[in-house]
């Protein structure tokens, strides 16, 4: 893979974007967090590309149905755009080990990012890993870059385990903060 040279904000979805819903698969359910049409506003003014990382494990679980998470991803796609802060790339993994074989994109694997680098020809050694649990910001250690762990969603439980070197902010308007004051 050729490393690009544009830096990325990685997001996770549920939690970090949107309200935590348990194997969300109702695109009328989807509601941003507050902040967040703002954050993503300011991660593109300060040139950074924006991408969508998400475990659905619903999928291989046979709880909702690809069709279903497509529609959910829509939704917010549609809200995102509708407040002026479109993404450029949504990444999902379907899978789950206990429901198939293991796979590379799973976070905390980093296919996902990967080929969002690949396609999008982005810097993933000065990105940013923006999520609620620890499993969305520990690929920063291995593909380089800022991991930032958001108290919203699972973030306040999942906040006692985040690695060193890690940031935590307490929603993604202090992400943005963080991200584009550089410290």
Excluded: W
């Excluded at 990444?91 to 789950?96: A, N």
């Excluded at 206990?98 to 994109?105: I, L, M, N």
Aim: include cysteine; aromatic fraction near 6%.
């Amino acid at each position: 893979m050729t490393e690009g040279s544009r830096r990325a904000v990685f997001l996770d979805r549920d939690g970090t974007l949107a309200k935590a819903m348990v194997y969300l698969s109702d695109p009328e359910q989807v509601a941003l967090l507050p902040g967040t049409a703002a954050a993503l506003s300011d991660f593109h003014d300060g040139g950074f590309a924006l991408v969508v990382v998400t475990n659905q494990s619903g999928i291989a679980r046979g709880l909702y149905s690809e069709n279903e998470y497509h529609a959910v991803a829509k939704r917010l796609d549609d809200l995102l755009a509708a407040a002026g802060s479109p993404v450029d790339a949504t990444m999902y993994c379907p899978h789950h080990p206990d429901f198939g074989p293991a796979c590379e994109c799973r976070k905390p694997a980093t296919g996902m990012y990967r080929r969002a680098a690949a396609e999008l020809g982005l810097d993933l050694a000065n990105s940013y890993y923006v999520g609620d649990k620890v499993l969305d910001v520990t690929p920063a250690l291995e593909l380089g870059g800022v991991g930032v762990l958001v108290r919203t969603g699972y973030g306040v439980e999942e906040s006692a385990r985040v690695p060193a070197g890690m940031e935590v902010v307490e929603d993604l308007v202090g992400a943005a903060r963080l991200i584009l004051t550089g410290g």
